[in-house]
């Protein structure tokens, strides 16, 4: 799907110009163009951004065929952005990551991602309703898509600092074998999301200190508030590292600590039966004789035979048992 | 609640100065105003900072709304510096961090935290009673109060010292699971100071290297010492963790060490004792013959029985024992 | 194996051209040879390299008779560049690395390896049949080179990413001693990957920032596209090693359930029955004597021989058993 | 204590000068005079540095009522020196650290510490006996104590490595308990080490590479060959924290293989005896009838009453064992 | 011993040169002497190397009192460089490294060690055979010197990867106390030799790069070629590195294996006997009485003794046994 919003420059908002239109607007230097494709075909995308936004082809094939880590490359009179909005579930097995290609001009601003992404469109939303928006330039576009993303990134941490929560009240109550698996996800999901938001931050930082071209000197300071909050979500993406590392030493002690327990219990056992079953062995216990009549039934042939039968099948049943519990 | 004190440039000392009184305040080049900002609602604050102060509304945002990690942002007529003051009771869950924005300027400093901070009152109450700390300017009352917080910090790290000493004879003595629980909250304590010291060094570092137009040059050097103070403060808090880590270290040495004390001696009482048990089983004891006429009564009917029933209830009482020890 | 191309300057391609006419092609500086040893001598090579295209006898050694990291180095007339071609069949012990060795001029490319490379014979190909290719540069096909390489790259992270899951299912299903072993063998992998990608990603940097006679300014964005792509198979052959990483944490942690499993069992087993044995074992069970004439054969004489024989056996075959399971 | 040399210009030496003669010494250009403060209460302290020498109270703060990781601080006139004396005793829990805090100025150098320090002494006294010292002026002074300083280091480092050695040989006899505590102590005492070392080491490299006013630039090359020492006692440390390192994961082995043994063992005699004693136990072993007449009292009443006694007090004592054990 | 080689002007080889003739050789402006003290006593090195050659007393002490790691030192006029040699026999406790320290001059090079340098001796005896080695000048010497060094560190480094290997396969055929011995060593050796090689690839840095008096700077590109082969010796020992920690880690795995199959069968056979022992306890197995009169005197008075006698030496022996195995 290809959409797009041309702001005249005098002041009027069109929401349904074409493709056949773009050239005509983008010679219009007071006005700002965005044109977004959602899960747009390659071809008639890579036509127009090649042709009619005249960008290098290395760049359009980066942003239509590729995946790439966040970055941003400056091709002079425009940049090619490529940032990540991700969500999650909680309980999934991943955080979801879109790639989101952004190419920003002076006058215009184009976006591209193969899945729709909520922050965009929250901001394609404010900005057909709103001109205001339009009026500080394309670059404050891209701040409030940045802004957007952060949002979306800060509710994923929480939802994930809560899980942890969850998982560790859990571990400490009754460690089991899915709460392992658990925190083990958890630990790679982190990990994850590190590796997108360190990259993310430097693209930020770059964004608010280097020197571009088609963003304005004074609207960098926007981006440098971006930059401090992916500085604290690295920070809080940090301690849910050390979160999770921290609950997983917490399984395995109290893994110990119960392990501990039960040959603490089994050589209690052994050390204050064996004895006694030495003693008793010894003297037979030959101090008694059989006086009960009454019981000469129970080493009659049946019992016998219901003895040698129960001898026989127990060690089948227990292997059996044990062959199903896979220790075999 | 908002408070104010206004240091005139004729040396007087004005503590009751309300909001509508703060343009004119600031309009006098040789006078010192300090405006606190405790648990204020953000709008009527808000209406302050941006409109009479003149601070952008990024910056305002940072410090009403907002979470950071402590940082200095120069926006040339003033700074915007974010900081935590932290306290910490011995044995609870975390340090406890209250965010102080501070904005300084030439002829003002304002402060805003959500929550009292002891440092800050104890500054407060001496500046209120000593015109001499306004005459050094408005920077010299920064230092005082950064150096205020170091004091608190200093105290917070000497807290945990302390614990993880005491921690630490608790697990040579007897290793408990409740120990371990402490060490892991101890080593999370640790990591969430030092990620609050660090980015803090870092603010300090900046005011005392870098070039301020609201810092007087030769003020700088009172900012180097405070730098120096949280040098040693990350110095102790990186032993604390080293010394929490080998805490860890020692109690699963510990409890390894009794694994294999309690292993041994199971092995040794089952050594000992099955072969033995072999002999006497072989034997019978079958050496020996019922003498005693008096013992007739332990082999009748009754005694029959009741070694019935506690056969039957043994494992009974044995399986409720394990289960509530949750082994099942 | 030698063979060349020698793209004229007329536009001309001549692919059958002998080391003698090189010199000749040489001087004519539009045109453009490409000239490649493949599994070649040393000796001979050594005096093409040297004498016809005067490279410095250092580079020619490194190029010839010494393995490399990748590395670029400047001689200013020409770039001497040492690459890694890799390749992975799902299941080997490790990947195999060809270094590939390049030197750039300004109208040549010459390129050493000692066994076949499938990217660089795809390229050779290509070559063979467009001239466009040639028209760029020779430095354009270094670009096409490094672009195929890096597709091979690609190649193998995914057949490791492959492998890695389903190594962690197998895991999962039954942790085995064959899965451990597979795990260190594709912890060890993604090892060398990463020690193959680091300095190769470090290559292209350099070929994509500095600024280098024998490559057009305009041609480094080329390389800066391989560089990036370079950055994102970085960032997947970290996950992949923090995958691996988790794989081994997770058989780890399977392992220890089951162990507690097992102990748990034990304990049970031996706590249930041992006070019933002490029980039983005190009253010799002599509330019972025996009543079956039939059974008098069970305590004859044959029987007590065979028992005897049964016995001393027992110990045999269980030592034997469990030697034979290396236990002794 | 206060002490104090002045080398006089004329080449006269007078170590009997009181704190009344410092200004007059002071001023003289070409004098060289050495004051050193050990273990002297702050108040008179506080009045020579900063009234007579006219330090930064800050700086005299520093040294006198506060504890520094090392570092200079300029002060432009003269330089503000923190740097630790250790010491250390075989077996000792810690090594033992005395901050040393120096002055040095163009014509004097001023030493403060807590405790007296060998190292310090042993220059001292050299120095009042040996005029030449002084003729290098007070920078070489320093150099002297900084070197004397490295001396002490190096015997630390080697009793610590002595001591390593050890708890090795130890280890591979016999793991016991204490060698783990040993072992953690060490590990500690390196880290600390360390944490001395490395800032002082950076201090040397300030003081080998910067431009300071009061160190003549030919004598840096003295200050670069203390450099190095410190940066091969920062090696040897570093190889110390390996070798601890290895001592532990040695002893971590050495247990997990005699636990292994233990368990074979375990196993061994398990597997070798229930088999055999199922078999006994099956035949009672009723193939055999009391013979012998004189054994008769061993089945008598007293013999019972003794039996009884022995199994119930059997359980008592195995308990009241295990619990002195701690293992309840 | 010292020895010299002096390279005269016109071409001649002077091989019998005594220290007395080094003033006149060293005013040589275009003759080249190779001094080499091997093995030498400290005091008439140091007066040939102080008032002959005129080197700082620093640097003189350094190369031979003084252990460092490996440096190079600029004093204008010469290069002080400090290096490792290395050897290493198959199965030594650590890698054997001799300091060589050398003065690099225009027109000298003074060499110093403490014992006889393989590779110092195949370059000295190659050079008195040959004089165009001295016709590239002293600089090339000193290429030709670490050239000849980093060919045997290649040989270390093969024989510890083939040593690494070897204990590999020992651990997976049968994991023994002496194969984990031998890793850690062999870890404390990779580590050993990274420390060698970090400092003096750092060395070889600055040769090829820095701007240094008495190197041609056309000779730098020797050096560089060095450094080259010290990067790629460098990531060899990282593998090496990364190699042994995997064999531990399998030999770890490898015994956790063993441990749990030794486990499982202790749980098999107690499961499968303990409650067939109860039951053939219970019956007694009083089905049966004893019928063969030919067994009589196995229940006899001597019999009886026999038993007795055994069951009182068993614990003995097996307390002893055990206790020569060091689990008491």
Redesign the interface.
Known sequence: MLRAIYYKSNGDLVTDITPESFPAALEDAQGIVWVDFSNEEPEPAETILIHTFGF?H?AV??ALH????P?V?DWEQYLYIAMHAISYTSGADDIDAIELDIFLGAHYIVTHHDAPIQALDRVWDICRQDVRYFKRGADHILYELTDGLIVDYMKVVEALDEEVENVENLVMG?PS?EA??RI?TL??IT??LR?VLSPLREVLNKLARDDYAVIDARDR??F??VY??L??LH?IS??LR??VG?V???Y?????????????????????????????????????????Q????????I??II?MI??ML??VV??TW?KR????
Chains 1, 2, 3, 4, 5 share one sequence.
């Open positions: 290098h290395l094939d980066d590729e995946t790439h880590v970055k490359d009754k074998s392992v698996q083990f630990k790679r990990l994850h590796r300071v926007y440098r508030d401090d909050h500085v604290r920070d940090e301690s050390d979160l921290g997983l030493d917490t395995l002690s109290v893994i110990n600590n119960r392990m501990n327990e039960i040959m603490k219990t089994l050589t209690l056992i052994t050390t204050l039966f064996m004895p006694l079953s030495f003693l008793v062995g010894f003297f037979g216990m030959n101090y008694f004789f059989p006086t009960s009454e019981l000469l039934p129970w080493t009659g042939n019992s016998f003895t129960v001898i127990t060690p227990m292997f044990m519990r896979k220790w075999m």
